[in-house]
Every structure is written in structure tokens, then in C-alpha cells.
């Protein structure tokens, strides 16, 4: 009987199309699960990770969970509060010393690749800058500069910078 009807429904309405699952969406760690370590690596390998896991999603992940706001105590949010601040920074401040934002490009297999390359011009010209020397630069290293603060002042985000990440760099985390 069953077969019957699916032969009257496909005379009457054709064959079903083949239904397309959507592709899923990337997964976003939570920055706490991200945040290992990231205070003493190398600012580069920050800087990928931050666009590349998208740090930003996740810290709003971690905002909004169940964990974050009943089981974490008060002071253990202030410390990740204060991390994902100087991480922010940090990328803020490798932004501001590159000519174009890394947009995902038209193959996103590619993207950590513009990613690494947008970090190493940017490494480049802070080494420049602060005059780092041969010296690891790190999210820590680097916020905690005598120099920033007069930096950032006096500069901008490149160009091409998409909107919602303007937003996003001019308010406090």
C-alpha cells in the first residue's frame, strides 16, 4: 500500500527533488577553551587564531552559557574578561599596522594563509616600530609596551576594515 501511494504522489506532483543538506556552520569554540596559553604565544599565531577561530564568536558564546553565568565565579569571568581584552588589543594593534583588514577571500581554504601573511607584514613593522629587536612578541609583550598607549592614539584601522569589526574594536570587551 505504501508504494502505491508514492507512485500516485510522484504521477501527481513528480519526483522529489534531492533534498540538499545546507553545509554546516564552522563550530566555535568557546575563547575559554581557545585561551590556553595565549598570553605567551607568539602574536602572530594569535593573531591567525583570532580571525581563523573567530575569538570573537566564541567569547560571546562563553558570555551567554549557563556555565559562565551560575557555575563561574566572579573572579575567574574578570580573568577571562581581562584576556580576551588584551588579546582585542593586541589585534587591534597589529590592524593598525597593516594596509588592508584580511577579508576571507573567494577560496576560504586560503584564508589562514592571507591571515598569516597580514600577521608577518604587521610583525614586521611593530618589530620596526617598538624596535623589538629580535625579541618574541607576544599579545603580553606587546599590550604591556611603555610605547602603546601613544601608538594607538595616533592610529587607525586600515581602510577596508568591514564595519561590524569597527564596532567591534572601539568598544570595550
Do not use: C
Amino acid at each position: 500500500m505504501l508504494s502505491s501511494i508514492q507512485r500516485i504522489e510522484n504521477h501527481l506532483l513528480g519526483k522529489r527533488p534531492e533534498t540538499v543538506s545546507p553545509s554546516p556552520l564552522p563550530k566555535v569554540d568557546p575563547f575559554t577553551v581557545n585561551s590556553k596559553g595565549i598570553q605567551t604565544r607568539p602574536m602572530t599565531d594569535v593573531f591567525v587564531r583570532f580571525f581563523d577561530e573567530d575569538f570573537r564568536a566564541g567569547f560571546e558564546l562563553d558570555k551567554r552559557s549557563e556555565e559562565w553565568k551560575d557555575d563561574m565565579e566572579e573572579k575567574d569571568r574578570k580573568v577571562y574578561k581581562n584576556l580576551f581584552a588584551k588579546v582585542k588589543r593586541a589585534v587591534r594593534f597589529f590592524l593598525f599596522h597593516v594596509d588592508k583588514f584580511p577579508l576571507v577571500p573567494d577560496d576560504p581554504s586560503k584564508y589562514k594563509e592571507v591571515l598569516r601573511r597580514t600577521a608577518a607584514d604587521a610583525e614586521e613593522r611593530i618589530r620596526h616600530t617598538l624596535e623589538f629587536g629580535d625579541k618574541k612578541i607576544s599579545a603580553y609583550t606587546l599590550v604591556n609596551h611603555p610605547n602603546i598607549k601613544d601608538l594607538e592614539n595616533n592610529m587607525n584601522l586600515p581602510v577596508n576594515t568591514p564595519e561590524d569589526w569597527q564596532k567591534f574594536f572601539k568598544t570595550k570587551s
